[in-house]
């Protein structure tokens, strides 16, 4: 499987990597999945096997118990691969168990290492961000945790365009070590990340991580033009994050995801992925799968590459306006932005 550079760093990453929110099952993970170790050892395998080099997950997936059966499925593979996992969400029940204080990471960080099992991990990321610690205090207690040699590299999750570029001045300013990756929601029925972030990405050289790229199930083919939405599927037109998709957009990009999957002989979730991995500043793309043939099949997404025409096509049927200052900034001021 193509590797790529994880930003500007000298670190490569697969372009697809796993991604396991899945291992666990408890508390609000179950409806995720419940993948416990034997099937996790089995998806890890097959995962080394295809290519796949990161690994992510989350102290908050399953009250940490997705890190533990994470790392208990990495023993003796711990050299081969790029343990990614992240810190914000709460571990507990006092006030100080959540966020991004100097105090939260740092503990976060300790409890992470014993339940992967590891000395250190390769790319520690802030969850979120968190608008009552101020940005010096977050960074420099990441910067301490790489220091110490229990993190080799940084980067965040679900930040804005202004507060990434915020951190990363934060971090020029006074010497500390630089996010190198940001991960975001970014799909075809999702395409926000390109007004600010994926732009910053570009701009400042932070590799970007996406998760969500079939956009909770809608670019999968479960839900199609003139066809009743499948019953329990996760994602839902109204309830899908970020406020649903409208139905007649939705419709327009999954019967372009259809036509260039069925030219191919791929599925829809394969051009879905693909698509983005043609993007500027994508460095992988993150997936999720509750067994082996959703796995295999996840995997196969990387054997091809969507073509200049293919993607104008997906582009066309996914766009939306513009915002402002980015539609005057592309259209009546286009010679200096192009």
Not at 87 to 96: F, S, V, Y
Not at 122 to 150: C, M, N, W
Request: hydrophobic share 40%; charged share 25%.
């Amino acid at each position: 499987m193509e590797k790529r550079l994880l930003g500007k760093s000298g670190l490569q990453v697969s372009v697809l990597s796993f991604g396991a929110m899945t291992f666990g099952g408890e508390g609000m993970f179950a409806m995720v999945g419940k993948t416990q170790q034997d099937e996790a050892d089995r998806l890890i395998g097959i995962s080394l096997d295809g290519g796949i080099n990161l690994f992510d997950t989350a102290d908050a997936y399953s009250n940490g118990r997705s890190e533990e059966i994470l790392g208990h499925s990495l023993r003796g593979k711990r050299q081969d691969i790029v343990l990614a996992t992240k810190a914000w969400g709460r571990t507990g029940k006092g006030p100080n168990d959540l966020g991004a204080s100097r105090l939260h990471i740092v503990n976060a960080c300790e409890a992470s290492l014993k339940r992967l099992k590891t000395d250190y991990i390769d790319l520690y990321q802030i969850h979120a961000f968190d608008a009552l610690t101020p940005l010096e205090e977050t960074l420099r207690a990441l910067d301490d945790l790489v220091s110490a040699g229990k993190v080799r590299y940084i980067g965040c999750s679900n930040y804005a365009g202004w507060q990434l570029m915020k951190a990363l001045a934060v971090s020029d300013k006074n010497g500390f070590e630089r996010y190198i990756s940001h991960q975001i929601y970014y799909s075809l029925a999702g395409r926000d990340a390109e007004t600010d972030l994926l732009p910053v990405g570009v701009d400042q050289g932070v590799g970007t991580i996406v998760w969500g790229p079939l956009a909770f199930g809608l670019l999968t083919g479960k839900f199609r033009r003139g066809q009743p939405d499948p019953e329990g599927a996760r994602g839902t037109l109204a309830g899908a994050p970020g406020g649903g998709i409208e139905s007649e957009r939705l419709d327009t990009i999954t019967d372009a995801l259809a036509e260039i999957a069925q030219e191919r002989g791929a599925t829809m979730a394969h051009v879905a992925m693909n698509y983005l991995l043609r993007k500027p500043a994508i460095s992988t793309v993150l997936f999720g799968a509750r067994n082996e043939s959703q796995l295999k099949d996840n995997i196969a997404a990387a054997g091809w590459t969507m073509t200049d025409a293919e993607l104008a096509k997906l582009d066309a049927a996914s766009t939306k306006p513009l915002p402002y200052p980015q539609w005057a900034q592309r259209s009546v001021f286009a010679e200096r932005n192009p």
